[in-house]
């Protein structure tokens, strides 16, 4: 794989450790719960969708960064792997909510390019 497409696995993996700080640690703070789009309100019925959500986002940021760090050709396609599933979500999330376009760009935009990065160079 090349460096610039790890590069991007590694942009992506240390993009979903972060929310998953923010949606496992740090979802009850007005300034996090509002990021996704939830109500005042709503805080303590989101909390455990939120809290078992991070965790997906954090065992795919292990699939990509830990790939990377594996290396050769096995840690190459775990990291590949875990980025087409980052890709896949952030699809799925704009799918499912057009306000969401921005978060899921945000999302599938590095595990996308690590993708296509990897198959053309």
């Known amino acids: 794989m090349s460096v610039i ?4 696995v590694g942009v992506a993996g240390v993009f979903h450790v972060v ?4 949606e496992s640690v740090l979802f ?7 990021r996704f789009l939830v109500k005042d309100t709503e805080v303590e019925t989101a909390r455990p969708w939120a809290f078992n959500q991070g965790f997906y986002n954090l065992f ?3 699939g990509a960064l830990g790939g990377l760090i594996w290396g050769g050709d096995k840690g190459h396609t775990i990291a590949l792997f875990a980025c087409a599933c980052m890709a896949g979500a ?8 057009r306000r969401m376009v921005r978060a899921a760009a945000t999302q ?8 296509v990065l ?4």
Do not use: E
Not at 19 to 22: K, Q, S
Not at 28 to 34: H, L, Q
Not at 118 to 121: E, G, I, R, W
């Open 90 to 97: 952030g699809i799925v999330l704009v799918a499912s909510d």
């Open 108 to 115: 599938a935009v590095p595990p996308i390019l690590a993708l």
């Open 5 to 8: 497409a790890q590069i991007f």
């Open 28 to 34: 009850r703070k007005p300034s996090t719960y509002r």
């Open 118 to 121: 990897a198959a053309v160079l």
């Open 19 to 22: 929310v998953f700080a923010m």
């Open 60 to 62: 795919l940021a292990i």
